[in-house]
Every structure is written in structure tokens, then in C-alpha cells.
């Protein structure tokens, strides 16, 4: 209840989240030392690109053999190499079992306080995360891009578990949370809302009457669906674009 309850305030009020995005680069710019916490995000999101390009290679380079029927593919001299049991398809399934099987470690890793030393739960998330994202894209290459049968039903029930650790990724990290990871009230929402407009204030110059009826009306209140925090996510970008641009030139001015 208290998880829905959370879940409801920061979605029906896009300005909690909004104001902190925009009071960022004064954190940073205040703080040197954060800028060191920008760094492994961007290196989680070059590999993660970086795997992605190089899958999207192998299957392009496959991709001749794929769309073959199966009784061409059996007389191809690309065959040896991309079938299931082939050099490059026997390795795409055998990494992705040993990422599979890594995935089961992630539990354990949040029950044993004594595993401590194998490295914090936030890095372990990470890895968690790209493993899941980066197995069925191994699995179809194992599999030679072909899903009949059993094995269809179990790659997409695979794919499915994957999609939804991402909608549960995105939901997890859109509940506002204290340092030590437990879920914000209603009032400590509107707490931090209000220092972050004092935040934004001192850093553009403007009062905190200026700033609050300009986030309050570009980012508004309603009832929160699924539907809306697709559409308010744009609002929101737009949105904080729009004012950090305005507020750079008046506080320039």
C-alpha cells in the first residue's frame, strides 16, 4: 500500500520529479565531487551500446543465412558457423546460460549480508540489469532467429520477463526515496519539492514565486495512469528544456 500510495504522489505531481532534474546542474556545479557519479552511468550506457552494435553485427552478418529455408541453410557453407551448434551459435548459448545462471546470484546477494565484499547491491542491479536485456538477443542468435515449438513459447515467456524488469526498472527509480532506499511520504515529497525551487532560485536569480507557478503550469497535476507517464515523460523534457533555457537568459540578463 505504502509503495501505491508513493507511486500516486510522484506521478500525479510531474513537478517533484522536473524540479530535481533542473536543480541538477547546480548540485554538480556545487559539488565537484558528484561529477565523478555521472561517469559509470555513462560507461553502464556505452556498453550497453557497444553490445548492442556488436549483436546487431552478428546478425546482420548472419542475416543471409537466417531468412534461408531450413533445408537451404543445411547446405550452407554458413551453416558451421550460425547454426545451434555451430561456432557462433554454440557460443551465443553458452554465454548466455553462463549469464543466466548469474542472474540467480543477484538474490543472494541481497539476502547474504555476508557476500558484502563481492561488491554493493547498486553494481549488482547493473549487471542484473544488462544480462537481462543482453540474453535474448544471445538466444535468438543461438537459436538461428527461429521460434517454433516449445522453443518459441520459451523465448518469448524469456522476452516477456525481460520487458517487464524494464517497466519495473522504470517504476522503481520514478518512486522518490531517501538515501537509504526507503519510499518518501507525501510530505517529504513536498519538502524536497520546495528546496529544490529555493535551489533553482539561488542558482537563476529568480524568486520562488516566479518558479512555482511556471513549473505548476507547464507540468500540471492530474491522475496518474499508465497512459500519463508515458506523455509526461516528453512533457516533462520539454518542459525543463524550456525553463532551464528561459531562466538561463533572464538570469543572464
Not at 521460434?147 to 519495473?168: E, H, K, P, Q, W
Amino acid at each position: 500500500m505504502a509503495s501505491v500510495q508513493s507511486f500516486d504522489s510522484v506521478t500525479a505531481d510531474g513537478a517533484a520529479i522536473a524540479t530535481r532534474e533542473i536543480a541538477a546542474p547546480a548540485s554538480v556545479a556545487a559539488r565537484p565531487r558528484a561529477k565523478a557519479g555521472v561517469r559509470p552511468a555513462r560507461r553502464r550506457r556505452w556498453l550497453l551500446l557497444d553490445t548492442a552494435v556488436v549483436l546487431a553485427a552478428v546478425s546482420l552478418f548472419g542475416l543471409h543465412y537466417y531468412v534461408m529455408p531450413v533445408g537451404e541453410r543445411l547446405r550452407s557453407p554458413m551453416n558451421v558457423w550460425f547454426r545451434p551448434s555451430g561456432y557462433i551459435g554454440q557460443s551465443a548459448g553458452i554465454l548466455a546460460f553462463a549469464m543466466f545462471a548469474f542472474l540467480w546470484l543477484y538474490p543472494l546477494r541481497k539476502k547474504f549480508r555476508a557476500l558484502a565484499f563481492t561488491g554493493s547491491i547498486a553494481r549488482w542491479l547493473d549487471v542484473h540489469i544488462y544480462f537481462g536485456l543482453v540474453i535474448p538477443w544471445l538466444g535468438a542468435i543461438h537459436a538461428s532467429w527461429r521460434f517454433d515449438g516449445l522453443i518459441g513459447l520459451g523465448y518469448f515467456a524469456m522476452l516477456t520477463v525481460s520487458l517487464s524488469g524494464l517497466v519495473g526498472r522504470y517504476l522503481y527509480v520514478r518512486i522518490p526515496r531517501s538515501r537509504s532506499g526507503l519510499e518518501l511520504t507525501a510530505e517529504q515529497i513536498d519538502g524536497e519539492r520546495r528546496a529544490a525551487f529555493v535551489e533553482i532560485a539561488r542558482t537563476t536569480g529568480l524568486r520562488v514565486e516566479q518558479i512555482e507557478p511556471a513549473l505548476e503550469r507547464l507540468l500540471g497535476r492530474g491522475k496518474a495512469s499508465p497512459w500519463s507517464l508515458l506523455s509526461n515523460e516528453v512533457v516533462r523534457w520539454r518542459a525543463v528544456r524550456a525553463l532551464r533555457r528561459q531562466w538561463g537568459r533572464d538570469a543572464a540578463g
